[in-house]
C-alpha cells in the first residue's frame, strides 16, 4: 500500500529523527534527492552538463533544500541561479553554501532551462504570494520541478490556489504529503526519496496495481456461476437504457459470476449481453449477493420504494447516481441507511454528494470545497455508510473513518456514462464479498486503466469504456505473481 500523511503527522516523524534533524543532516540528504532529480529531468530534456537551472527560494527551509542542492549540481556542470523571493529571511546557512559553491543571485527566471519550486513546502498556506507570483508567472513553458510539494498547494487538503505552481516533476521525502494524491495532477512525476524519516501510519492508503490485481476475485475450480457473487443491477428507463446496459455490461466483465438486471430496460439489456438474467420486477429477480441501485432508474415515487426494499434486503448495496437522489430526498430512507448492517457504499460525485450531505444537515456540505477528505469523511460518518466521493482522485471512506483513494492519472473517463460503469464493476465486487472500501478503490482503480486503455490519447464515450473493461482487466491480472 501507498501511504499518505498529514503535514503535522510528518513533522512529528521528523522531529522522532532527533539530531538529524537538528544537525541539518536530513535537509542535506534531501538536497541530494533535489539535484539528482533535477539532473535527471535536465538528462532527458537535452542534458546536463551547460544547462541553467534557476531556483526560486522561499523563506523557510523547502528553499534551503534547493539552495544545499546546488553544490550537488555545479559539480555536474549546471549553472545555478537563485531568485530569492523572501531574501531577509532566506536560509542563511544554505544561501552561504549556495554562494561558496558558485551560485548566483538573480532577480528573474529569465534564461532558465529548468526551474526549482523551492518557495514553500510543507509550511505552505493559501496560494502564492507576491513576489513569488509574479516571477512564476513569467516562466512560460519552463520545466519545474517542484521541492516537496508545487507551492501553492495546501499540504493536507490538496487545494490548489491560485496562484499556485504546476509542475513537471516532484521530489518529496521519505513521506508522501496528502496533497501527492488529493492534487495529483499539480504534482507531475513524484520521486520519493528515501531521506531516513521513520514511516507513522497513514492519513490515507491507496493500493498499487499489483495489490489490486492479487486481491482481484477469479473462479476457482469448485466454483460455479453461484459460488463467486450474483450481482443484481437496477438501473435505466425505457426512455433511458443507456445506463442499464453500461452497468450490467461492466459487471459482467468484471468478475464471472452472473449478472441480473431488474428493470423495464430488460429487452434492451439481454440484446446486448445475452448473458443476463432480466427481469422486469424486483419480486421476480431471485437471490443476489449485492444489489448496485440507481443509474438511469428515475426519482419518482417507484424509485423510493424500490430503494426502500433493497436497503431492507440482508445483502451488499451499491447507491449510486439517480437514487443517491432520492435518498437525499427521503429522510426515511436515510433513516433506513443508518440502520443498516449489512455493507453500503455510496458513489456520488460532487454535486451528488452536496444535495445529499445538505439534505442530510451534514457538515459534509460545508467542506466539500475547503477540504475533500474531511468531507467524505464526515458524510460518511454521519450516513453510516462507505462513501466513495468520484473524481480525478476518488476517495472511499468508512463511517469509520478509514480511508483509501487512488488517482486516475488522467481524465479520459470524464464522459458521460462513466459512473454506470463504475457502479457495475464497484458492484460485481461487492457480490464477490469485497468489502466496500476495498471494492470501491479497486473498482475505481480498473475503470482508470480502463479509461486509459480506451483512450490511448483520444477522447473516448462511456461505451468505449465498459468494453475496455475486459482487456484492462486482463493486463492488470498480468501484475498477479
Ligand atoms: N523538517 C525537516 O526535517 C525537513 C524539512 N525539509 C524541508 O523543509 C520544508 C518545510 O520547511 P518550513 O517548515 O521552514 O516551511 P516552508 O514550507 O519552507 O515555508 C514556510 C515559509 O513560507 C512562507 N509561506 C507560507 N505560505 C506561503 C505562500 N503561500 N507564499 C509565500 N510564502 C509562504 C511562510 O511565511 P509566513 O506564513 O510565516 O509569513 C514561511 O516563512 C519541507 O517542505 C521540506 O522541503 C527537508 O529539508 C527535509 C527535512
Ligand atoms: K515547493
Not at 437514487?323 to 443498516?340: E, G, K
Request: hydrophobic share 50%.
Amino acid at each position: 500500500m501507498i501511504g499518505f500523511h498529514t503535514a503535522d503527522a510528518i513533522r512529528d516523524a521528523e522531529r522522532a529523527t532527533g539530531h538529524l534533524l537538528t544537525d541539518g543532516v536530513l535537509m542535506a540528504r534531501a538536497a541530494h534527492a533535489v539535484a539528482h532529480v533535477v539532473a535527471a529531468e535536465l538528462a532527458v530534456r537535452g542534458g546536463v552538463y551547460g544547462a541553467t537551472v534557476v531556483l526560486v527560494v522561499g523563506a523557510g527551509d523547502n528553499g534551503g533544500d534547493a539552495l544545499y542542492a546546488a553544490r550537488h549540481l555545479r559539480r555536474r556542470g549546471v549553472r545555478v541561479r537563485a531568485v530569492l523571493t523572501a531574501p531577509d529571511r532566506v536560509h542563511a546557512a544554505a544561501l552561504a553554501d549556495f554562494r561558496a559553491a558558485g551560485g548566483t543571485l538573480v532577480d528573474t527566471v529569465d534564461g532558465a532551462d529548468l526551474v526549482v519550486d523551492a518557495i514553500v513546502g510543507l509550511g505552505g498556506r493559501g496560494p502564492l504570494r507576491e513576489p513569488a507570483a509574479s516571477i512564476m508567472a513569467a516562466l512560460g513553458d519552463t520545466p519545474v520541478v517542484a521541492v516537496d510539494l508545487p507551492s501553492g498547494i495546501d499540504p493536507d487538503t490538496g487545494i490548489v490556489h491560485d496562484p499556485s505552481v504546476h509542475a513537471d516533476a516532484t521530489v518529496t521525502f521519505s513521506l508522501r504529503r496528502l496533497a501527492h494524491l488529493l492534487a495529483a495532477s499539480s504534482c507531475g512525476a513524484i520521486t520519493v526519496a528515501d531521506i531516513g524519516i521513520p514511516v507513522p501510519t497513514p492519513a490515507v492508503e491507496s493500493p498499487t496495481d499489483a495489490e489490486v490485481a492479487a486481491r482481484w476475485p477469479l473462479p476457482g475450480p469448485r466454483d460455479d456461476k453461484y459460488t463467486q457473487g450474483v450481482v443484481g443491477v437496477i438501473a435505466g428507463s425505457t426512455a433511458y437504457p443507456g445506463a442499464a446496459i453500461l452497468a450490467t455490461t461492466a459487471a459482467i466483465a468484471a468478475t464471472s459470476g452472473m449478472t441480473r438486471y431488474v428493470g423495464p430496460a430488460a429487452p434492451q439489456v439481454v440484446a446486448h449481453r445475452p448473458e443476463t438474467v432480466a427481469v422486469t420486477d424486483l419480486a421476480a429477480a431471485g437471490r443476489v449477493q449485492a444489489w448496485v441501485i440507481g443509474p438511469g432508474y428515475g426519482t419518482g415515487r417507484d424509485s423510493a420504494d424500490l430503494l426502500r426494499q433493497v436497503l431492507a434486503d440482508d445483502v451488499a448495496v451499491l447507491i449510486d447516481a439517480d437514487a443517491l437522489t432520492v435518498l437525499a430526498a427521503n429522510d426515511d430512507l436515510r433513516a433506513d441507511l443508518r440502520a443498516r448492517e449489512r455493507p453500503t457504499l455510496l458513489t456520488p460525485h460532487a454535486g451528488e454528494f452536496a444535495r445529499l450531505a445538505t439534505a442530510a444537515g451534514s457538515a459534509a456540505a460545508g467542506l466539500l470545497e475547503t477540504d475533500r477528505l474531511a468531507a467524505v469523511r464526515v458524510l460518511a460518518a454521519d450516513l453510516n455508510a462507505t462513501v466513495l466521493l468520484k473524481g480525478r482522485t476518488t476517495l472511499v471512506v468508512d463511517a469509520d473513518g478509514t480511508a483509501w483513494g487512488t488517482d486516475a492519472e488522467s481524465s479520459w473517463a470524464a464522459t458521460a456514462g462513466s459512473g454506470d460503469v463504475l457502479s457495475g464493476i464497484a458492484g460485481a465486487l461487492l457480490a464477490a464479498d469485497i468489502e466496500p472500501r476495498v471494492a470501491g478503490t479497486m473498482a475505481a482503480r480498473l475503470h482508470a486503466r480502463a479509461a486509459a486503455t480506451a483512450s490511448g490519447g483520444a477522447p473516448i464515450g462511456a461505451s468505449d469504456l465498459a468494453a475496455a473493461v475486459a482487456p484492462a482487466l486482463r493486463a492488470l491480472l498480468h501484475l498477479r505473481q
